[in-house]
């Protein structure tokens, strides 16, 4: 494996938008959602909702080298697992030859500090088998649930 040195950036999707097509197939490989097409399709459009400047929802973009390595978003789900409207951490995805490196710590960090500048108290996300990851980095499970037919952990963290 070619060894990765290059300094990591992140920033907004909307310096980025070439790479919505990208981080679609990220997310739909991800999600493990066949549908070819028009699932992209559908993919690709709510990241273009993160395209405006607006708080959330907004998607970073992690860049070595001039290349595009990550991606991680802050969203609004309403579930009955946290309060309506509360901002959760979605999509945090690493290219593979960039993992066991950092970024995706990093990226975690950058968004926990984007939300508290935004005046948020408290994240949540949801996982199926990230958990470990995520405590090492102070987050606690609040439950385990069934979601979209996957056992998951919804996990949370304070500002």
Not at 9 to 21: E, F, G, K, M, T
Not at 75 to 101: H, K, M, S
Not at 119 to 140: C, K
Request: some cysteine; proline content about 5%.
């Amino acid at each position: 494996m070619e060894k990765k040195s290059a300094r990591l950036s992140i920033a907004p999707l909307r310096r980025y938008p070439q790479a919505v097509a990208l981080l679609a197939g990220w997310h739909q490989s991800q999600e493990r959602q066949p549908g070819g097409v028009a699932v992209r399709r559908a993919y690709e459009q709510k990241l273009r909702d993160h395209l405006h400047p607006g708080a959330v929802p907004q998607t970073f973009v992690a860049c070595a080298g001039g290349e595009v390595i990550g991606s991680v978003s802050l969203v609004l789900y309403r579930r009955r697992t946290a309060p309506a409207a509360t901002p959760w951490l979605a999509n945090l995805f690493v290219r593979e030859d960039w993992r066991q490196r950092g970024v995706g710590a990093t990226m975690v960090r950058f968004v926990q500090e984007y939300a508290r500048r935004q005046e948020v108290d408290r994240l949540y996300l949801v996982t199926t088998d990230r958990a470990p990851f995520y405590r090492r980095r102070g987050w606690e499970v609040v439950r385990r649930a069934c979601w979209r037919g996957r056992a998951v952990d919804i996990m949370s963290v304070n500002l």
